[in-house]
């Protein structure tokens, strides 16, 4: 291998994310352990999207990663760091290896077969990340369904964001061949410079089943000890849903599908006070249940 993994970054960091990381909604004790996280991931991410390194050089670079995390050699600092992190935190590296896992998957799975195909792949490359965060607050496992149907939301929209500059860009295609059937799209559509009306159909209805996981995440906040991390999910959870309904009236081919600074504000203000309202009401509930008794 002719670089080493951090000089294969593309740049972007985690302010360039469609959605929080570590925002300063979360606590600062936490912050420096998400962020560590998160750029181990990144750089995984970079290597599987290079455009130049072959196919066996991304899998090469991506066990290199996986050797300084576990303890096998030192030759990746921010794998150094992860591991760190994970000694002082008692954390298993469970949800990084998964992750490395997806990124495999990346280099060498470019279709998806059907909706359940995608959610094993949301099973690697999304779910672990929010289980991560929750892990790192020492929040009870018992969240971890809400966790996954959000993260696995997150993960979908990415994909019907950019399904026209994945498939053109490294001929990767995440949505459904079976869905792209039913409507009678092809994937070819996606190299179009704008959605077709099959393709639009197609796109539309995989929306509405990522409304579907965000209604199954609706509670996630509510149900987290720690406040500030759950005021973050409410407003991650608003920011999904403000996307869904984007997605539903635009054509991801030839329109922005992304909110800019200021809608992000706004709706993350609308998510902080949902949230803070659902808390309420369930903490409320008991003593409305008492009551009526």
């Known amino acids: 291998m002719t670089n080493r993994p951090a000089a294969l970054r593309s740049g972007k960091s985690h302010r360039d994310e469609n959605f929080p990381v570590a925002s300063h909604l979360i606590h600062p004790r936490h912050r420096g352990a998400i962020l560590a996280f998160y750029e181990f991931v990144r750089i995984a991410d970079d290597i599987a999207d290079h455009a130049t390194l072959t196919e066996r050089e991304k899998l090469d670079h991506l066990d290199q990663l996986e050797a300084s995390l576990l303890g096998k050699d030192d030759q990746v600092p921010e794998a150094i760091r992860l591991r760190t992190v994970l000694r002082e935190r008692n954390l298993a590296p469970r949800h990084a290896l998964d992750l490395l896992t997806a990124f495999r998957m990346d280099v060498t799975k470019l279709r998806y077969r059907d909706w359940d195909d995608l959610m094993n792949y949301c099973s690697y490359s999304a779910m672990p990340v929010g289980r991560f965060v929750c892990d790192v607050h020492g929040e009870d496992r018992a969240v971890w369904p809400a966790n996954d149907a959000l993260c696995a939301a997150l993960q979908i929209i990415n994909h019907l964001q950019d399904c026209g500059a994945d498939f053109r860009s490294l001929n990767r295609v995440y949505v459904p061949l079976d869905a792209l059937s039913a409507s009678r799209a092809s994937v070819e559509d996606l190299g179009r410079p704008a959605a077709t009306a099959e393709l639009r159909d197609c796109l539309r209805n995989l929306t509405l089943r990522t409304g579907a996981l965000l209604d ?6 509510s149900r987290i000890a720690d406040f500030r991390l759950a005021m973050e999910v409410a407003v991650i959870q608003a920011l999904a849903r403000r996307l869904t309904a ?39 509930a008991p003593l409305a249940k008492s009551y009526r008794a």
Request: proline letters at 4%; hydrophobic letters at 50%; zero cysteines.
């Open 246 to 284: 984007l997605l539903l009236t635009r054509d991801p081919l030839s329109q922005k599908v992304h909110l800019g600074a200021p809608a992000v504000a706004l709706i993350g203000l609308g998510g902080v006070a949902t949230g803070a309202f659902q808390r309420m009401e369930r903490a409320l």
């Open 216 to 221: 199954q995440s609706a509670a996630f906040s």
